[in-house]
């Protein structure tokens, strides 16, 4: 419920306080709704906790901020001056050290921050993955598409959000469904057909060109939608119905952290995926040194200098290029998505929705 409220209600917010207010409001928004959340955590939540007291573990705190920081940078900044740029490379083999030393500190700590005897579970281990794969994918779906009402489409920032709304019409028709088809098909088919109708709808959307309609666009992004809705709860139900009531919550804790690592690599990887192939179809011939920089940033930057320049030509070139990036990065997702089938159907488990066996492999 609180993905299905958030994820429109983000966009369609963020672009009204846009038209109307300083950038800054975007965040500003948050303040009260975390100042509302801790009051209701105090007066109405009911006190749980673990009958073994764990002590924060602040080394593996450090270093996987430290190591998940370094990762995402590089990946960012390799996809802005290329894979052979030294400081994308340094960036990302420091980080991947990093996160290299915080598993085998989780090994040995006694009081890790993350129990990686959670992933003795199979359906656990399976469903935590799936649904990081949904969130990698979802992530840059939601990167892409607001640069492409906007940019191309000449949507304003309130617009953009309400074009959004199909994916989340058809996330929640998705969820519906995967309610009857879990008891119809069991949960392990669910998921792969969710991942299958997920990756059909990206596919489709990557022949997206600047002429399409808006409507055959709702159409894609609606049947995304629905591939989410049966992808999402399913792998989530499938990972956390593994664990006892008591161990619960840290799964619940853990798949959200990985879901948002997910989300935050995917952006970082699909978007200099895009950035790459935006960059690629370029032709800047004869344009000034800092002009060519101003474009290659962005396809917004490209559009706001074509019109600067009342060039029809570079207005062209930047939007078929931002579309032919835009094609390549939804086909790595739709490949991501048929990964997700392979990986359903290979190894998670068929088991009953909802139980509370520790199911370790």
Known sequence: MANMLGIPLGPIVGGWLLEHYWWGSVFLINLPFVAIALIAIS????????????????IGVVSSSIGLVSVTYGVI???????????????????????????????????ALID???????????????????SFALFGLLFALPQFFQAVGGTDALTTGLRLL??????????????????AIGSKVNAALGFAVMAAGLMIGSTTDVQTSYGFIAMWITVTGIGLGLALPTAMDAALSALSAERSGIGSALIMALRQVGGAIGVALLGSTLNYSYRSQLD??????????????????????????????????????????????????????????????????????????????
């Open 43 to 58: 007066v109405l939540m009911p006190e749980s906790r673990s009958s073994e007291h764990r002590p924060l573990d602040l």
């Open 77 to 111: 900044r390799a996809g802005e001056n290329g894979w052979d740029d030294t400081i994308s490379i340094v960036t990302l083999f420091i980080g991947l050290i990093i996160l290299t030393a915080f598993v085998l500190w989780q090994k040995r700590n006694r009081h």
């Open 116 to 134: 990686l005897s959670l992933f003795g579970s199979k359906s656990f281990t399976w469903g935590s993955i799936l649904a990081t794969l949904v």
């Open 166 to 183: 199909p994916l989340i019409g058809g996330l929640i028709v998705g969820a519906k469904v995967s309610d009857l088809l879990v008891t």
């Open 284 to 361: 800047l011939t004869g344009l000034p040194n800092s002009v060519v920089s101003t474009v290659r940033q962005s396809v917004s930057a490209g559009v706001a200098v074509a019109h600067k320049l009342n060039s029809q030509e570079l207005l062209d070139n930047v939007r078929n290029a931002f579309i032919h990036g835009e094609a390549t990065m939804l086909w790595v997702c739709g490949g991501i998505a048929l990964l997700g089938v392979i990986l359903t159907l290979s190894f998670l488990p068929r088991q009953a929705s909802g139980s509370q066996t520790e199911e370790v492999s």
